[in-house]
């Protein structure tokens, strides 16, 4: 086969690929504390503090509990610190971050695949990384959010609705659109712990 027409099916395969995401956004309800089950996604359970919510150490060895950032907008992002797309995508998510985070946006970055703790910590400082990150050194969170591809980001809205998810890198003005449907409404409490 010529390389014009293998171009042209990778191209084709993509396309359809990147349509059959768009058309699967959709809302999925997230129960932060009975279950966390995320439904209308093969009934994938989040696992965390009594067995419901998701949770993650960071780099310093803080945890990172799902259910603790009920209130805010929160922007889940799988990502590793080899992969090409999520290199470039990297200032976008800190520039993000840093505009909207005053106004409710919380960005949990779960770093995949890694050989190391010392290679994402690495990582964050050479970038200038101020959002939380945890290594999912296991895979757990990974495999049970059924992500294939890196980077994939998840919006969940203060009300713990998943409102998109995005398979592949997004640049700022996508970051921003999808980042501003999350955010606390001004009479909403951004921060408020779950009840």
């Known amino acids: ?15 359809l690929s990147l349509a059959a995401n768009a058309r699967a956004e959709e809302r999925w309800r997230v129960d932060f504390e009975n279950g966390a089950a995320i439904t209308g996604y093969n009934n994938v359970r989040i696992p965390g503090d009594t067995g419901t919510t998701f949770s993650l150490t960071d780099l310093e060895g803080r945890p990172i509990r799902l259910a603790d950032l009920r209130g805010k907008g929160v922007w889940i992002n799988f990502w590793a610190s080899w992969c090409p797309p999520c290199q470039a995508e990297t200032p976008i998510l800190r520039d993000t971050y840093a505009a909207y985070r005053d106004k409710g946006l919380e960005l949990v970055a779960v770093a995949v695949q890694e050989s190391s703790a010392a290679d994402v910590t690495s990582y964050a400082e050479r970038y ?31 009300d713990g609705v998943i409102r998109s998810v995005v398979q592949g890198p997004l640049d700022a003005d996508g970051a921003a659109s999808h980042v501003e449907t999350i955010l606390p409404s001004p009479g909403e409490t951004a921060g408020a712990a779950a009840p």
């Open 1 to 15: 086969m010529e390389t014009g027409v293998r171009v042209v099916l990778l191209s084709a395969a993509l396309s």
């Open 128 to 158: 200038g990384l101020s959002h939380p990150i945890g290594n999912d050194a296991s895979g757990d969170i990974f495999r049970l959010y059924r992500v294939f591809a890196l980077p994939t980001q998840i919006f969940v809205g203060p």
